[in-house]
């Protein structure tokens, strides 16, 4: 169990670093942080007492100080993110142990090793704020929403934010179609299948096919439909940890997975076309999903049938209107020329993306919310 003594969380900067510290003469603890690191992914200094080069002690990402090891490390010099770990419960004097070497946290093994494992990482990875993730839903079939959540990603790309766009719907075709990128090279949900527990960030970004500027994760061409909760979770949460831009293209149904996605959205965007009907089936639709996530709004559709606009269906549905998505005659066109949705930067989706990410205020890949959506 990881006990805390200060509540500031780990140092993160932007940017991968090294992995921690460790300060032990314990062969049977130093195997296990080993193997911790390992599982981590992240490759560990090494000593028995203070580090004699300058600096090491004060520039690692975090350091884990063997209770073995506390006399050797006395007068360290004070910094963040230092653990003093070992293995006995009862170990005597073990709190003012941590006082007197600045620990903020003390760790006993087996039970804190999951918990470890995370931090590691993330001193590793150098983890920031995480990605602004805005999930796309269609309030009926063919909507509209699997071409607005392409654009979303690929104008937040095109501004030169870091972007991951993912296809959340098994039974939508493959969202890489619609970037033109089904037979780019890299992996598919069919090889997240199986994940658990941490997946590295860094890692899938690497893995996933390059589009436009962004990183898509799509289905394959086989049979398999279903992606455990657990990997969807584990992979929406690497994801998010890169930072930027992260849009999730989803169905309207709600199953165990889509939910896990849903409880990792910081906006969701309910793509509503002018018709009664859409309006009827958008509204079962915004009830379910509405459980989950906070913050829903409605991407109003036309033509709008008699009486009906942008303003009218989202006071039907009650919910914030989000904007008007634009009539784009030449989409079609410029899909079968190979540009993707939101491509042309002067095309009206185009507009209406870049308007959205304007006011979600996304500085310079850096996540952050503001107030309204886009009109």
């Excluded at 992995?19 to 992914?41: F, N």
């Excluded at 993730?133 to 934010?161: D, Y």
């Excluded at 037979?183 to 436009?212: I, N, Q, Y």
């Excluded at 990410?357 to 996540?367: C, F, L, T």
Aim: contains cysteine; negative net charge.
């Amino acid at each position: 169990m990881a006990e805390s003594i200060a509540r500031d969380r780990l140092p993160t900067a932007g940017a991968r670093r090294g992995g921690p510290l460790i300060v032990t003469e314990d062969v049977e603890l130093l195997d296990d942080l080993l193997r911790l690191c390992a599982a981590a992914g992240a490759e560990p200094e090494v000593h028995h007492s203070l580090p004699e080069r300058r600096g090491s002690w004060e520039q690692a990402p975090m350091v884990l100080v063997g209770d073995d090891a506390v006399r050797r490390c006395r007068g360290a010099v004070r910094r963040r993110g230092v653990m003093l770990v070992g293995r006995d419960e009862d170990a005597p004097d073990v709190w003012r142990s941590a006082v007197e070497i600045g620990a903020e946290y003390v760790l006993r093994l087996p039970e804190s090793e999951g918990w470890l494992v995370d931090q590691i990482a993330n001193a590793a990875e150098g983890v920031g704020r995480p990605a602004l993730t805005v999930g796309v839903i269609g309030g009926r079939g063919g909507s509209g929403a699997s071409t607005l959540a392409c654009a979303l990603a690929v104008t937040a790309a095109g501004a030169g934010r870091r972007s991951m766009l993912i296809d959340g719907d098994p039974l939508g075709g493959g969202i890489d179609v619609l970037l033109g990128g089904e037979r780019a090279e890299g992996m598919r949900w069919p090889d997240f299948a199986h994940s658990r527990g941490r997946v590295g960030a860094g890692a899938l970004e690497e893995s996933l096919p390059a589009l436009h500027g962004l990183r898509v994760l799509s289905w394959g061409r086989d049979d398999c439909v279903v992606i455990p909760p657990p990997a969807m979770r584990a992979v929406l949460a690497a994801a998010r940890r890169l930072g930027g831009v992260v849009v999730v293209d989803l169905p309207r149904r709600v199953d165990e997975s889509v939910a896990e996605a849903l409880g990792q959205l910081d906006i969701g965007l309910l793509v509503v076309p002018g018709e009664l009907r859409a309006v009827a089936a958008a509204k079962r639709v915004a009830s379910t999903v509405g459980m989950i996530l906070d913050d829903l709004r409605v991407v109003a559709r036309g033509p709008y049938a008699a009486g009906l606009d942008d303003r009218w269906v989202a006071q039907a549905l009650g919910l914030p209107l989000a904007g008007e998505l634009p009539l784009d005659a030449g989409l079609s066109v410029a899909q079968e020329s190979g540009a993707p949705p939101g491509g042309g930067p002067r095309d009206p989706l185009a507009r209406f993306c870049a308007a959205f990410w304007e006011r979600a205020s996304v500085p310079d890949g850096v996540a952050g919310l503001g107030a309204g959506g886009a009109s």
